[in-house]
C-alpha cells in the first residue's frame, strides 16, 4: 500500500479524535519529528493500532489490504461508540431533574468541548466511506456485514449532522442604553434643547444651577427572548428596565425623564431622580400558514406597527438619544394582525387596543391621540383665529385614542415600484365628550394611497 493512502487514513481518523489526549510515545521506531508522529500517537491511544507483536510499527513497509481494513473497522467501532454515548448523555440530559443542575453543567461543558471538534467530521465520514467500499472484499472476509456497516456509517453522518444543528429552545439576549446630559447657566438665561427643554437650569428649584447640579444620567436596558423552533408557532417578548420612561407631572417641575415614547415633554427641565419602572415592549406569538398555494402570518399579544410613511408612524421623540425600540416609529398595541400573500400582492390586517399599555409605575408607554392642542374637529369659519385649521399632529386634550382597525393593501407594480392603500380607524370608546373627544367626536379614520419607487440612491414616495 502506498504512503498516500496510509497518510489518508491517518488524517481521517487524526481529525476525528483531535480533542483526545494521547501518548508521548507512539511506536518505538517512529521520531517525534515525523510528519505522522501525532496522528499514530492518536490513534495507538485511542486502541485503533497495535502496531506487530514486536511492538514496533514499521511505517516504511506498505501495508496489505488486510491491515487496512482491520484499521478501518476499528475506526468504525470507535466512531459508532462516541456516537451513541453522545446519545446517553443526551437523554441522561432530556430526564433529568432539578437537583442534577450541578452534574448537568459539568455534562454539558464537557460534550460542548468534544463537539467542537465536530465541525471536521463531515469530510471524515466522506472518507470513511469511500474506504469502506475500496476494501468492501477484505472486511467482507473478515466476517464484517457491509451492507450493515455502510447503513452505520450513513447513519452515524445523519446523526452527526443533527448534533450540530441542534440549538437552545430559547435565544436571550439584550442591550443597554445610557442617556446623559449638563448644563451651566449664571443669568437664568437658559439653553433649549430642539425638543423644547431647558438645560442649565436647577432641576429641583427652577433656579439658576451649577454643572454638576444639572448633571445627571437616565439607563434602560432591554431583555428580548425569541423561541428558536424552525416549526409550529414562534414567540417574542421584550422586558425593559430602566428610568427613561416617566411621564410624572404632578410634582410641579414637568416630566422627569422623556416622557413616553410618543410625546416630548416640552418645557420641563431635565430631572435625574425619576422613578425605576419595567414593562413590557413586546408580547406576541405568531403561526404561518398556507391556504390554497397561498402563504400567510396569524401574529397576536403586544405588538408594533405602522402604515406606511404618512398615515400611521409613531414620531421620534428621543432626538438625541437612538435605541431600535424608542426609534423604529411602530406603534404598540395590544391585539391581532394577519398578513396574506396572493403573488405580488400583500393584504395585512390589524386590530388591537392602544394606549392602555403601562409601566410598573403606571405610566403610559405610548399615548395616542387624534387631533391639534388647542383646535376643534369642526373646520370653522376660516380666519376666525381658532377653527381654521383642520386637527393633525398628536397632543394631550385632543381625541385620546384607546383602540384602533386598520388595513393595508400592498399591489407590487414594477420590480422597484409599490403601491400601498390604507384605511385604518382611530376609536375613543368613551363618547361623552369633554376631554375624551372634543364636540363629542369619538372617533377619526384616516385613508388614502402611497406610491414608492426605489430608484437606487433615490426613495420618491408621495401619499
Known sequence: MKRTLT???????????????????AFPDTQENHWAYEALAKMKAAGLLVGYPDGYYRGGRPASRYEMAVALHALWQHLKGMMDGYETRIKALESATPEDLSAIRKMLEDMRAEMAGMKAWGDDIANLKKMASTFEKELASM?????????????????????????????????????MWGGYSTDGLNGITVDGRPTGQNNQSGNTSSVDNDFGLMHEGHLAMTGTNDTGPKWKAVLAIGNMLDGDFNDGFGSTAFGSQSTTAHGAAWRDDADQTVYFQEFSAWWDFSIGGQTGAFKMGRQGG????????????????SNQYWDNHEWMYDGASANFNFGGTNLKLWVGRVGSQETTDSDIIQPMSAGRVGHAFTPGNIGDGFNDERPRGLGYGEMSVDSMF???????????GTLNLNWIQLDNRNDSGGSDGPGGV??????????????????????
Open 442 to 463: 369619538n372617533r377619526t379614520v384616516v385613508y388614502g394611497g402611497e406610491l414608492g419607487f426605489n430608484l437606487g440612491s433615490w426613495m420618491l414616495n408621495a401619499g
Open 406 to 416: 386598520g388595513a393595508t393593501l400592498g399591489i407590487k407594480l414594477t420590480e422597484k
Open 306 to 321: 405602522q402604515a406606511g410613511a404618512f398615515f400611521l408612524k409613531r414620531p421620534d421623540v428621543t432626538p438625541y438619544y
Open 7 to 25: 497518510l489518508a487514513l491517518g488524517l481521517v481518523i487524526g481529525a476525528s479524535f483531535a480533542t483526545q489526549a494521547f501518548a508521548q510515545d
Open 143 to 179: 466476517g464484517v456485514d457491509i451492507e450493515a456497516l455502510k447503513k452505520s456509517v450513513n447513519d452515524l453522518a445523519s446523526r452527526v449532522s443533527a448534533l450540530e444543528k441542534r440549538k437552545p429552545a430559547i435565544d436571550i439576549h439584550g442591550d443597554a442604553g445610557m442617556f
